[in-house]
């Protein structure tokens, strides 16, 4: 869970942990490839568009870029409705769009949409 508002990872990681995921939370993309070089690999990471440092979409980008992280998927979480924004991150690697605010029920099915959750 990528997000620079402390209110939205309380959230979605409420959601997450309910549909039995463990949960590791970053402020912001730098946070999270940090994270990710660690050694970590998540089965998904939702990821916030608007963040410091590095956002959404250049996480998505170097995230795609490392041949390592390729099997994870990736979620955009965000409040960018643009369908040009749509369109840059599922081009970039995205699996899927959230747009905020969402139902519990939405982030359910989206990740069933995936195969990684039953609903």
Do not use: C
Request: aromatic residues 6%; without cysteine; negative net charge.
């Amino acid at each position: 869970m990528i997000d620079d508002s402390r209110a939205m990872r309380a959230i979605l990681t409420r959601q997450l942990s309910a549909l039995g995921f463990d949960v590791a939370q970053a402020f912001d993309g730098r946070d999270a490839l940090d994270l990710l070089g660690t050694g970590y690999v998540p089965d998904v990471a939702l990821v916030d568009w608007n963040m410091p440092r590095l956002d959404g979409l250049s996480f998505i980008k170097a995230v795609r870029a490392r041949p390592e992280l390729r099997e994870v998927t990736l979620m955009m979480v965000t409040t960018e409705s643009e369908h040009d924004k749509i369109v840059r991150a599922l081009a970039a690697g995205a699996h899927e769009y959230v747009i905020k605010p969402f139902t519990d029920e939405v982030i359910a099915d989206k990740l069933a949409l995936l195969g990684l959750v039953g609903v």
